[in-house]
């Protein structure tokens, strides 16, 4: 299995454009998680999804930010406009369906840059 | 709101075993204790988890006092790849609540 496969690895912005990050979970994972991470804040929950559908979007800083999934076989989490303060490295994890729902699958990352 | 509290830091020896303490006075009954690790730039990575008994799986142990007030992760052979970034997490039991909120973690570093 590949493992969470996130697009793209590394990401240069200017301000006020528009990023999409992707995510395909781990196929049989239904739930998904988005992560954000910068020095200052660390490792914070932005929203998840169970079944395609979001249970918790209490983490989402603004309404610069929105997070979809269309399918079970991927996510998009998309800012607009960007600013220099989104600036971090953004996780997404999976687990799969039923049992064994123990263990978050983390892909390896998103960097995000906004100059 | 901050429900572990772990050192920041910690140094071990290449070959001993790494003991990372984790307080979590707070826990309830339905509470499991996670642990977590990040290698430097990687998405984070599963260790193990235990409700009330000790658990041992092929990376670590974890033994949890019996008041479930706090935890130590062991990893019993230190080796420098297990330099990283150690997170003592406590999440609920509930189905479909299975969110992970990361407090600041235990920067470990092996000492050749």
């Known amino acids: 299995d590949a493992g969470v496969i996130q697009s793209p690895r590394h990401e240069v912005t200017e301000m006020g454009q528009e990023v999409t990050l992707r995510c395909k979970p781990i196929s049989g994972h239904n739930s998904l998680f988005w992560y954000r991470q910068t020095m200052m804040r660390g490792l914070e929950l932005l929203i998840y999804f169970n079944n395609n559908v979001p249970i918790d979007d209490s983490g989402m800083p603004e309404d610069r930010f929105s997070a979809k999934m269309p399918n079970a076989s991927f996510s998009t989490l998309k800012i607009q406009p960007s600013e220099p303060r989104d600036s971090a490295v953004y996780f997404c994890?999976?687990?799969?369906?039923?049992?064994?729902?123990?263990?978050?699958?983390f892909g390896p990352g998103t960097r995000l840059t906004v100059l | 709101d901050a429900k572990t509290t772990q050192p920041p830091s910690m140094d071990c020896a290449e070959g001993r075993a790494a003991n990372l303490p984790c307080n979590h006075s707070?826990?309830?009954?339905?509470?499991?204790v996670y642990w977590y690790r990040q290698i430097h730039s990687q998405g984070p990575q599963y260790i193990i988890h235990?409700?009330?008994n000790n658990e041992t799986n092929e990376m670590a142990s974890l033994i949890i006092t019996e008041d479930r007030k706090s935890s130590t992760l062991i990893l019993p052979h230190a080796t420098l790849r297990d330099t990283a970034v150690y997170y003592c997490?406590?999440?609920?039991?509930?189905?479909?609540?299975?969110?992970?909120?990361f407090g600041t973690g235990t920067r470990l570093t092996i000492i050749p």
């Open positions: 994890a999976s687990i799969p369906t039923g049992g064994g729902r123990n263990e978050q699958f």
């Open positions: 997490i406590v999440r609920s039991a509930n189905f479909g609540n299975e969110k992970l909120t």
């Open positions: 707070t826990i309830s009954g339905n509470e499991y």
């Open positions: 235990g409700l009330k």
